[in-house]
């Protein structure tokens, strides 16, 4: 694992996210540490919103985070943003957690005293403008017609399937699908916005 | 845009809400469908950023503390293996991932696959592979090693345009870990061959499908350091004994 020209440490911070992979691919830890702190925020909030336990989430975001490290080389700058594939793991990984529990029971976390229990001191410029972007998401998810909004909800966040959704609420499996459909057409035009990060 | 009659899979699909079944085949129908490839091509990047609309909360730090004692140790060891230890694959660019597509397996060539017409070949020189890139790479030789080897494996983007695969080996033992696969088509099944150092082909018993999220987990029955490549092909249900399609995917272990 020769490194003949090593980044300051110090400078990896400065490095974007597709530049820190490139050195996370040639198994360089200090790497793997900036991105990590810069997406362990949204990481976690994603499994816990889908796991709805502490203990669940971190299990999640650590195998998420070792496979990063691990499979380094399959991230792909072309397919989107390395924010874009880590999350895209973590709900992967989420999944599979959900999918795995023997009961069926997938709690949701409350809200409720979150942030006064993980809060970690003064916010970051890049944490407010997170906090703004998910506040923006979640006003154009409450802006759908209810019943789109709740199949994304269960879908995305819940890991249901749509043949599970349409058992929970009597509806149709075609009628599922199609809120599913018609409420992601919605969001495309209400977050188009946001196109530098997704590519909307 | 024409209609089709599936276009309503295209939403389910983006929020990996379909069942096992149904997302194979809706993977394999939007290879052939340009509408519903439009609607995915849509909608997805929506679903995408709904991971970012969550209530923001702050992981503990002691979770830190646990990720980077598992990786400053698989560092260190690979950096104890040497400086060949996370070495890319031969003619692949260190510094960038080789462009969707754009690379070819001529220069390796497809030896061995003698059953197949000269077109198929061509065909098979011509198609997209693409090299999805190398993480950790080759190891010290101490079997007892826990740490695993990994090597991307080259896709056929014509056959699977969404698949991702690695090939992870420690000690005797290796698995394949595929995702975005489509179903096979109806009546065949996945199997995985082997290629030996003397160039022979050698099939396997290890036949799958993948899950409703079109990935699969399968057993590479080898050691890894005395196999050239681990090949995977769509066959008839219960295998055969000579591949009858090229290959979907190839992995080469050294």
């Known amino acids: 694992m020769a490194r003949d020209h090593e980044p300051d440490p110090g400078a990896l911070h400065h490095l974007a996210d597709e530049e820190l992979m490139r050195l996370v691919r040639s198994s360089d830890p200090r790497a793997f540490a900036v991105v990590y702190e810069r997406h362990r925020g949204s990481a976690f909030s994603l499994a816990y919103r889908m796991c709805g336990t502490r203990t669940a989430a971190e299990d999640v975001v650590q195998e998420a985070f070792l496979a990063l490290w691990r499979s380094g080389g399959r991230y792909d700058a072309r397919r989107g943003s390395v924010r874009t594939w880590v999350l895209g793991i973590v709900h992967n990984r989420a999944i599979d957690a959900l999918r795995r529990a023997t009961v069926h029971d997938r709690r949701r976390a409350s809200d409720e005293g979150l942030e006064e229990r993980f809060e970690t001191g003064e916010r970051t410029d890049a944490e407010v403008a997170r906090r703004a972007e998910a506040s923006e998401i979640r006003s154009a998810l409450g802006e759908l017609p209810s019943e789109q909004s709740q199949v994304i909800e269960l879908a995305y966040y819940g890991g249901f399937t749509h043949a599970e959704i349409a058992d929970m609420l009597g509806a149709p499996l075609g009628t599922v699908k199609g809120r599913m459909r018609l409420g992601l057409e919605k969001l495309r035009g209400q977050l188009d916005g946001l196109a530098p990060e997704g590519g909307i | ?254």
């Open chain 2, 1 to 254: 845009m024409r209609e089709c009659d599936r276009c309503d899979d295209a939403g389910a699909w983006a929020l990996g809400a379909l069942p096992e079944q149904e997302a194979g085949d809706f993977a394999v129908h939007v290879q052939t469908c340009e509408v519903c490839a439009a609607q995915v091509r849509k909608l997805r990047p929506v679903a995408d950023v709904l991971p970012r609309g969550v209530e923001q909360v702050e992981p503990p730090p002691e979770l830190r503390d646990r990720i980077m004692a598992v990786v400053e140790r698989e560092a260190s060891l690979l950096a104890a293996a040497g400086p060949e230890a996370d070495r890319p694959a031969a003619g692949e660019a260190a510094q960038s991932p080789r462009p969707r597509g754009g690379a070819s397996r001529a220069g390796r060539g497809w030896r061995g696959w003698g059953f197949a017409p000269r077109a198929a070949i061509a065909a098979a020189v011509a198609c997209a592979l693409v090299g999805i890139g190398v993480a950790a790479g080759v190891l010290a030789g101490d079997e007892d090693e826990q740490i695993p080897r990994q090597v991307a494996a080259q896709v056929d983007e014509e056959q699977a345009p969404l698949a991702e695969a690695v090939l992870r080996g420690t000690g005797g033992q290796a698995n394949l870990v595929i995702s975005g696969l489509p179903a096979p088509p109806e009546d065949r099944v996945y199997q995985v061959w082997l290629r030996r150092s003397d160039g022979a082909l050698q099939p396997t018993d290890v036949l799958f499908t993948p899950n409703s999220r079109a990935a699969a987990t399968v057993d590479v029955p080898a050691d890894l350091q005395k196999v050239e490549e681990v090949l995977v092909t769509h066959e008839p249900m219960g295998g055969s004994q000579q591949p009858t399609q090229l290959p979907v995917l190839v992995a080469e272990p050294s």
